[in-house]
């Protein structure tokens, strides 16, 4: 059984900063690309970032210079870091394994003040 759990989400001010953490089940993390998506109501899913097996990234316009993807092999976790949040940033944020397509279960990011 392929899980992935997310934490770390919650309600932030504009300009604040969140961490998101994704632990995975260690029979896929050594072989997946891992990625973070983002939905916000009445939108569709959309890719935030991704972080290859060899630590290559690459990030969505709207998050490059703010948020910063990486992962720890040896926890089997992959992080977003998240800085100068955006009321547009609001959404529920899933982790997500390529290879597998595998899915998170969510976490929600709200950002107001």
């Known amino acids: 059984q392929v899980q992935l759990v997310e934490s770390g989400g919650g309600l932030v001010q504009p300009g604040g900063s969140l961490r998101l953490s994704c632990a995975a089940s260690?029979?896929?993390?050594?072989?997946?690309?891992m990625g973070w998506y983002r939905q916000a109501p009445g939108k569709q899913r959309e890719l935030v970032a991704y972080?290859?097996?060899?630590?290559?990234?690459d990030y969505a316009d709207f998050v490059k210079g703010r948020f910063t993807i990486s992962r720890d092999n040896a926890k089997n976790t992959v992080y977003l870091q998240m800085n100068s949040l955006k009321p547009e940033d609001t959404a529920v944020y899933f982790c997500?394994?390529?290879?597998?397509?595998?899915w998170g279960q969510g976490t929600q990011v709200t950002v107001s003040s």
């Open positions: 997500y394994a390529f290879r597998t397509a595998s």
């Open positions: 260690g029979s896929i993390f050594s072989v997946n690309t």
């Open positions: 972080v290859t097996i060899s630590g290559s990234t």
